[in-house]
């Protein structure tokens, strides 16, 4: 059974500068994570692993569009800007 994002309960969030190069997370997920919530000011390439680089050929999230992914225990999350503009990602651990 599918659950809607609606459910999750918030847990840590934490925050990255979306630059001119690959930034990940300071912190790996907590290993009860399974979902996050990711909201970035700036349109961004995203790379999710235990030890991500985002680039030119990852996935694309749109500026202010939230997005929620599945990731791996222990995992962390990498950011790129698209554009010549740094912004800010927040990306909140999720549970159930």
Known sequence: MNKSP??????????????GSSAATSNAFDAQTREVRVVTTV???????????????????????VEYFKVPSGSKIAFLRVGSTTGTARITELSQ
């Open 6 to 19: 609606t459910t999750f309960l918030p847990g840590t969030t934490q925050t990255v500068s979306v630059a």
């Open 43 to 65: 349109d961004s390439y995203v790379d999710i692993g235990s030890s991500p680089t985002a680039a030119s050929t990852s996935l694309i999230i749109p500026a202010y569009t």
